[in-house]
């Protein structure tokens, strides 16, 4: 059964920095884009950041770019999001998923029913 499980949300100050985890289970992450998604409350999900494993093709959102860096560990079928430079605007629940497409399709309009729970970064003082 495809699992996706994420970890490392937290609490940070501004300026802060997180690494996320999204791990995998039940399917190894070679031939998958996976992407890291976002929702914050009142606001629509939205495409963070993606990468095909394969290839090592990623795509970011443009207000992420510089400051977020995707990466995947075949050894340990994980995917990472760093994410550096935390704003208040950063703040949302985390979701990662996996599919078969490109990294732009991954990350503007997802179609996969493997998602995980989620876990949430507040950047705050």
């Known amino acids: 059964q495809l699992q996706l499980v994420e970890s490392g949300g937290g609490l940070v100050q501004p300026g802060g920095s997180l690494r996320l985890s999204c791990a995998a289970s039940?399917?190894?992450?070679?031939?998958?884009?996976i992407g890291w998604f976002r929702q914050a409350p009142g606001k629509e999900r939205e495409g963070v950041a993606c990468?095909?494993?394969?290839?090592?093709?990623?795509y970011y959102l443009d207000s992420v770019e510089g400051r977020f860096t995707i990466s995947g560990d075949n050894a340990e079928n994980t995917v990472y999001l760093q994410m550096n430079s935390l704003k208040p605007e950063d703040t949302a629940i985390y979701y990662c998923a996996a599919d078969y497409t490109t990294v732009q399709a991954m990350c503007h309009v997802p179609r996969t029913d493997y998602w995980g729970q989620g876990t949430q970064v507040t950047v705050s003082s």
């Open positions: 990468i095909s494993i394969s290839d090592g093709i990623t």
């Open positions: 039940g399917f190894t992450l070679d031939y998958y884009t």
